[in-house]
Nanobody, 115 residues
Framework: QVQLVESGGGLVQAGGSLRLSCAAP????????MGWYRQAPGKQRELVAT?????NTNYADSAKGRFTITRNKNTVYLQMNSLKPDDTAVYYC???????????WGQGTQVTVSS
């Protein structure tokens, strides 16, 4: 079973920063979109940011100006600055590849922002 390996979550005070990373297997050729989603307790999973294979990015309004998504081949990063308690959630990485295209998810990494 293909796995996306996530790292970088943790506990940080409000106003602090964290950097998440997620790697798809290097043997995979032609990874399309990669992105980050998050799910807070009692809420639905929501988009945070995505980046295409060509580098085009898309951000949720809540992430604009504070988070930056970047990518290096099959690894995607999420730099999170000016973190707020509302950013507390489990963050999931997603990558899309294959014909037909299929979504692959990471195991999730906990981000907790204390006030």
């Amino acid at each position: 079973q293909v796995q996306l390996v996530e790292s970088g979550g943790g506990l940080v005070q409000a106003g602090g920063s964290l950097r998440l990373s997620c790697a798809a297997p290097g043997s995979i050729f032609g990874v399309n979109d990669m992105g980050w989603y998050r799910q807070a307790p009692g809420k639905q999973r929501e988009l945070v940011a995505t980046i295409s294979s060509g580098g085009n990015t898309n951000y949720a309004d809540s992430a604009k100006g504070r988070f930056t998504i970047t990518r290096n081949k099959n690894t995607v990063y999420l730099q999170m600055n000016s973190l707020k308690p509302d950013d507390t959630a489990v963050y999931y990485c997603k990558a899309v590849w294959g014909i037909p295209r299929k979504d692959y998810w990471g195991q999730g990494t906990q981000v907790t922002v204390s006030s």
